[in-house]
């Protein structure tokens, strides 16, 4: 403990710990609801890139000219021209997902969801894995799964 937590009064380990100490429930149910909705980008890395690619049986190359756009001098995955969807996902489902990047991967422990319990119930009405019948994740887990 710090020393300034130390000089605060009534002030105990527990009150610097997140709003979700106890844990959280959540089970993937590979529904594709999170590879959905409106505009956004799906930033992968390069060694992302080659294990996708690899997965698909491509070059890099090929699979860059396919798959990949350029943003904010990063690489995203493209989104499917009609909808917006994940390029990636079909008939609800996500046909990478053995492979999927670490953004989707992660989700929905994503920073902005987990800044309140407020957010994270507003995220459960998009995500079918959040409910009270799915395992319980603990704290610790959720911070590695961030990272």
Not at 18 to 34: I, V
Not at 47 to 70: C, K, T
């Amino acid at each position: 403990m710090s020393a300034a937590s130390k000089n605060k009064p009534g002030l105990s380990a527990s009150d610097l710990l997140p709003w979700y100490r106890d844990g959280l429930r959540f089970e993937c149910t590979q529904c594709g609801r999170c590879c959905t909705g409106s505009a956004g980008y799906v930033w992968v890395t390069e060694e992302e890139i080659v294990r996708i690619a690899d997965h698909l049986g491509m070059s890099v190359n090929q699979f860059g000219s396919r798959y990949l756009r350029r943003a904010c001098g990063r690489y995203a995955l493209l989104e499917a021209p009609r909808h917006q969807d994940c390029v990636f996902l079909a008939n609800s489902r996500c046909t990478i997902y053995e492979v999927r990047p670490k953004q989707c991967r992660t989700f929905p422990f994503w920073q902005e969801n987990l800044k309140s319990g407020a957010n994270w119930h507003a995220t459960a009405n998009d995500c079918e894995g959040i409910r009270d019948d799915a395992p319980l994740i603990d704290c610790v887990e959720i911070r590695e799964r961030m990272e």
